[in-house]
């Protein structure tokens, strides 16, 4: 019984290792193989003011999502505002100067590109890390230096994000938030898995041939969602894209073709 059971084991580790090393060479082939990512919950508060898990649960599952796409998780740091909570994740403590440092070493080592991907509550004056915001010119100047004329995807989700699109804009960028620059978007509450805006990346992004279309998917997916439960005003997502990085994108699939017959 005993080397019965030892044969199931190496079994299963030989499995493991084969799904890993299949993984990998997945995210070797991908062409967001060298882009650096960083993901960040900027908050831990619902709307009323009470718990809630929606930024992390976003932060998490994001990150599985890109994943899938062909981010490599060895390019990626991740931020919650509390990380003690999420040990096996691991991720490091929301704030700008944090954000900034993992920006400037991942971007050291991976130069192909940047992903940058904010869910939390946000103001006019910027998007909420922790318990100060984060403001549209910072971020902005933030992303100038460590990305520089990298293709690059800043993706905000917070209230009034759409305060972000001038400040980030340019040739090599595409910009998508969950709001315009003076309305809320919604899906803030202790019972909300997550926020509406993330819920629509999630189910568009496995669809989605590229980063354009995920944008134009989730305006959509946003719109149907707010006007079927009645919502106003409606939050708008805003989505930029630079005319030197539009032409490249489709050369940047996340999702994989259909198999040919």
């Known amino acids: 019984m005993r080397s019965v059971a030892r044969l199931a084991w190496l079994i299963g580790a030989l ?27 900027g908050d831990w508060h619902a709307h009323s003011g009470g718990p809630s898990e929606a930024f992390d649960n976003t932060r998490r599952d994001v990150i599985r999502a890109f994943e899938d796409a062909g981010f490599d998780a060895a390019n990626l740091k991740q931020f919650s505002v509390r990380p003690e909570r999420y040990p096996d994740a691991h991720p490091e403590k929301s704030a700008p100067q944090g954000i900034y440092d993992a920006l400037s070493d991942l971007t050291a080592k991976a130069r ?3 992903l940058i991907y904010f869910s939390s ?20 100047n933030m992303v100038d230096t460590t990305c520089g004329k ?38 803030c509450g202790e019972a909300d898995k997550y926020p509406y805006f993330d819920q629509c990346i999630l189910e568009s992004l496995p669809h989605a041939p ?31 894209i630079g005319a ?18």
């Not at 998007?127 to 984060?134: E, G, N, S, Y």
């Not at 993706?155 to 969950?178: D, E, K, Q, W, Y």
Request: net charge positive; aromatic share 8%.
């Open 15 to 41: 499995l493991m290792a084969a799904a890993g090393a299949v993984r990998t060479a997945e995210a070797a082939a991908s062409p967001f193989a060298d882009w650096s990512w960083v993901v960040v919950a």
């Open 112 to 114: 192909g590109g940047c």
């Open 121 to 140: 509550h946000g103001a006019p004056m910027g998007v909420v890390v922790d318990q100060q915001f984060l403001p549209p010119g910072v971020l902005a």
């Open 150 to 187: 990298r293709p690059t995807v800043v993706i905000i989700s917070a209230c009034f994000s759409g305060v972000f699109v001038p400040p980030l804009a340019g040739s090599n960028r595409m910009v998508l938030t969950a709001a315009r620059p003076d309305r809320s978007s919604f899906g």
């Open 210 to 240: 590229d980063f354009a279309a995920l944008g134009t998917a989730a305006q959509a997916c946003v719109a149907a969602r707010e006007t079927r439960e009645g919502l106003k005003p409606a939050s708008e997502p805003q989505l930029f």
């Open 244 to 261: 030197g990085l539009r032409p490249m994108l489709p050369f940047y699939p996340l999702a994989a073709p259909p198999p040919r017959n």
